[in-house]
Nanobody, 126 residues
């Protein structure tokens, strides 16, 4: 399973940014796809994800209402749309794939994920 995250950059507070995680159509069908982020000096934290086979999305509480995750079938990507960005959203963002045998309650932890893409840096200036 190969994952490729892209779309990071430097934006100002209040701006929007869309990150994409590219992978194969088979991966979407068989794996849960999650987004995580890691700020300098901090642990990797869960952002949100989409269940395998399109069985719905799940989010961390701190991004609800600001971030949206959706699958783009035409591009074979899972996109993370980030709105109303804050300086504290500055981090390297990663996408990852977890087996469809993982239950929902497990999917907010990095250890549940089997495959990781390289990160993409998002910097939000104040």
């Amino acid at each position: 399973v190969q994952l490729q995250a892209s779309g990071g950059g430097l934006v100002q507070a209040g701006d929007s940014l869309r990150l994409s995680c590219a992978t194969s159509g088979r991966t979407f069908t068989n794996y849960n796809i999650g987004w995580f982020r890691q700020a300098p000096g901090k642990e990797r934290e869960f952002v949100g994800g989409i269940r395998w086979g399109g069985r719905g999305t799940y989010y961390s509480d701190f991004v609800k209402g600001r971030f949206t995750i959706a699958r783009d079938n035409a591009k074979n990507t899972v996109d993370l749309q980030m709105n109303s960005l804050k300086p504290e959203d500055t981090a390297v963002y990663y996408c990852a794939a977890a087996s469809n045998s993982r239950i929902l309650s497990m999917l907010n932890t990095p250890s549940a994920y089997d495959y990781w893409g390289q990160g993409t840096l998002v910097t939000v200036s104040s």
